[in-house]
Every structure is written in structure tokens, then in C-alpha cells.
């Protein structure tokens, strides 16, 4: 059972536009939200997180939306750039037994065209 | 900077041999997971540990097992190797405390099983 689903597995966006990830998931416990990027034979690399009290977190270039009432987030990367081509993970967590355990999607292949 | 070492970035093992990979943080994290990352199927958990010498099964706990002697190390070890062992190893570990839940990741170990 896929509680966090990914449903892109690859994306090519143009260099200086807006490159829009989503995720969506089904588990109504999930209470805070993370996005990765993923070089490759690298660890993947924290970009951005959201709790679920909010609809919006803003980083720089980096912007999470949360529809709670949809389950659905999205990550928007504004302007695009080259070296944003990776892959990105985005993750569920809520706590079980006193800890947290995450839900990762299947990851998104984001290719920046120069 | 929070740093998660893996022992070993490569790894070539035969069928049937025992494997233990390695995990070490400089950040005094409660919490460390064992995930591994296969194509199209994300990022799976093997075993997590929110102290020492606690452990907590995953998604997909078999034929692994794992130790946790001190609290900025945590092993994973493989019985007997098989070849649909093989694939990418990611550690990682978070401070569980405080709201903070975003998890770093070490490099990588690429096992491949023969």
C-alpha cells in the first residue's frame, strides 16, 4: 500500500521556468512533510519541509504548497536552473511509538534543459 | 554541519556471505534508519532505532538485521547475502527532538551481490 505516491517519475522543464513537483498521499496521520533532492551515488540532501498547520513554506527558489483536504503537496522551483536536475523525494512522517517514521514517494527525475 | 559516514561506498559480495555495513553520526541523533533505494521504488525501510540497543523493524526487515552498541552507530547486517540484496544502502539519522525531523542522509553504500 503506497501511502505517499509520486505519480511523475520523470519531469523536463526549460531553464529559467517554474518546475512544479507533486505528491500525494493517503494517510490523514501524516503530520509533517519533506521534500529531497538526489544526486546521483550520492545520499539524498534535506531541500524543504511543511507541517500541516500550514498551507505554504518558502525557501529561496524553493516553495512547498500543502492541500490538506486534497492530501496533496507540491514543490515549486522558481526559476529553474541546470544544476536542479536530480531526483526529488518528498516524505510523510508522524509519530509511532514515541519516534517518527517517514513514508518516501518513488521520487521524481527533474531534468533542467539548458 | 550534521555528517553521516558510511563505511563503504562499494561493495562486491558473493552469494551466501555475511555483509555488515556501517553508520556513523556526529550529532548526537536519538533516531537512524537503514533504507535501501532500488529503481522506480524509492526509498524503503529496513530497520530504524530510536536509541541504543533499540531497534524497530521497517518495511521490509527481512533477511537483515542490525545493531545499535553505542548511540552514534548504527549497523546493518546482512545473514547471508543474496542476490536480490544488491542494491543502494542509505543511512540516515535525525534529532527526533524539538519539532526539527528532517533526516541526513550518509553517502551511499552500492552493494552488489554475485
Known amino acids: 500500500d503506497q501511502q505517499v505516491k509520486q505519480n511523475s517519475p520523470s519531469l523536463s522543464v526549460q531553464e529559467g521556468r517554474i518546475s512544479i513537483l507533486n505528491c500525494d498521499y493517503t494517510n490523514s496521520m501524516f503530520d509533517y512533510f519533506l521534500w529531497y533532492k538526489k544526486y546521483p551515488a550520492e545520499g539524498p540532501t534535506f531541500l524543504i519541509s511543511i507541517s500541516s498547520i500550514k498551507d505554504k513554506n518558502e525557501d529561496g527558489r524553493f516553495t512547498v504548497f500543502l492541500n490538506k483536504s486534497a492530501k496533496h503537496l507540491s514543490l515549486h522551483i522558481v526559476p529553474s536552473q541546470p544544476g536542479d536536475s536530480a531526483v526529488y523525494f518528498c516524505a510523510a512522517t508522524h509519530t509511532t511509538s514515541g519516534t517518527y517514521k517517514y513514508i518516501f514517494g518513488t521520487g521524481t527525475r527533474l531534468k533542467v534543459l539548458a | 554541519d550534521v555528517k553521516v559516514t558510511q563505511s563503504s561506498r562499494y561493495l562486491v559480495k558473493r552469494t551466501g556471505e555475511k555483509v555488515f555495513l556501517e553508520c556513523v553520526q556526529d550529532m548526537d541523533h536519538e533516531n537512524m534508519f537503514w533504507y535501501r533505494q532500488d529503481p522506480g521504488l524509492g526509498l524503503r525501510l529496513i530497520y530504524f532505532?530510536?536509541?541504543?540497543?533499540?531497534?524497530e523493524k521497517g518495511d521490509i526487515p527481512e533477511g537483515y538485521s542490525v545493531s545499535r552498541e553505542k548511540k552514534e552507530r548504527f549497523s546493518l547486517i546482512l545473514e547471508s547475502a543474496s542476490t536480490n540484496q544488491t542494491s543502494m544502502y542509505l543511512c540516515?539519522?535525525?534529532?527526533?527532538?524539538?519539532?526539527?525531523?528532517?533526516?541526513?542522509f550518509g553517502p551511499g553504500t552500492r552493494l552488489t551481490v554475485t
Open positions: 532505532s530510536y536509541d541504543v540497543k533499540m531497534k
Open positions: 540516515a539519522s535525525s534529532g527526533g527532538g524539538g519539532g526539527v525531523r528532517e533526516q541526513y
